[in-house]
């Protein structure tokens, strides 16, 4: 494991920690539309981005709740999402979790996620493939293209975003009766991807790369297809993600997209 990996990890443990404390899920702030943050968004922000600065005081953390893109630079830098389904930890449903990649020249390099209910924690590195990390070590996870389940935002929680895309898909996702269909965290839904559980994740509008970045990286180790709603390879300058546990389901999903998006 990388020591990057291990710092990344590292801060994930600590933001599990006040998740699970739930100090703050109370105070809720209303960022426009139907989105909101709680106070342990903020906090848990503020204790990851301490704990990645602390090992990596040089690099530059950019998160959700506090920003940084103007001060990326070339450096290396973090990409944070502190509670990715903020909506379900305020109302204390499962689904939450808290993600972290590391972008270097560019490209995502490191990636590590942890599930705020279920405490499962998972790590991805460039090349060397995707993992649940379990009391006795890390085990390598892969992805399974037999699973029936599709996992999709509609996006339409952030101001200025298209209903009606999100609206026309779901349609077509239902009138096509192959789908289990499922609405989940974007950063769970791209672990569970990775892990077999899922085959398939869509965003159709991403807002920010913080939402999707660790997943992206975690999936594409694991052996998902990642692009954007197009076709075209993920990158974080990318405002849409499709993630396939195999080729034949990301073919059959875009071609949905294709007939009922702009």
């Known amino acids: 494991m990388r020591a990057e990996t291990r710092a990344a990890l590292a801060a994930v443990d600590t ?3 006040l998740m699970r404390r739930r100090a703050g899920a109370d105070r809720i702030t209303s960022k426009g539309g139907r989105d909101l943050v709680t106070a342990t968004d903020v906090a848990v922000e503020d204790a990851v981005r301490a704990s ?4 990596y005081p040089e690099w530059t953390v950019v998160g959700e709740e506090r920003g940084g893109e103007d001060q990326v630079g070339d450096r290396p830098y973090w990409l944070v999402d502190p509670i990715c389904g903020t909506r ?25 996620v942890g599930d705020g209910v279920t405490g499962e924690r998972f790590i991805a590195e460039r090349g060397q493939g995707a993992y649940q990390v379990m009391r006795n070590g890390p085990v390598r996870i892969t992805t399974d ?4 389940i599709l996992s999709f935002s509609a996006g339409t929680s952030k101001p200025g975003m298209d209903a009606a895309i999100g609206a026309d898909f779901t349609r077509a996702a239902v009138v096509a009766d192959r789908w289990d269909l499922r609405m989940l965290s974007s950063t769970l839904s791209l672990a569970y991807l990775a892990s077999g559980r899922i085959g ?11 939402h999707a970045a660790a997943g992206a990286l975690l999936s594409s180790e694991a052996g998902a297809i990642v692009t954007d709603r197009y076709g075209s390879p993920w990158t974080v300058e990318c405002p849409s993600i499709l993630a396939a546990a195999g080729p034949g389901i990301h073919a059959d999903i875009l071609s949905m997209i294709r007939e009922t998006t702009p």
């Open 15 to 17: 933001a599990l920690k």
């Open 52 to 55: 990645l600065l602390g090992s």
């Open 88 to 112: 379900n930890f305020a109302s204390n449903i499962p689904g939450y979790a808290v993600n972290i990649a590391l972008v270097q020249d560019g490209a995502l390099s490191v990636a590590a």
């Open 145 to 148: 293209p037999d699973q029936p």
């Open 200 to 210: 398939a994740y869509l965003l159709l509008e991403l807002s920010s790369p913080v």
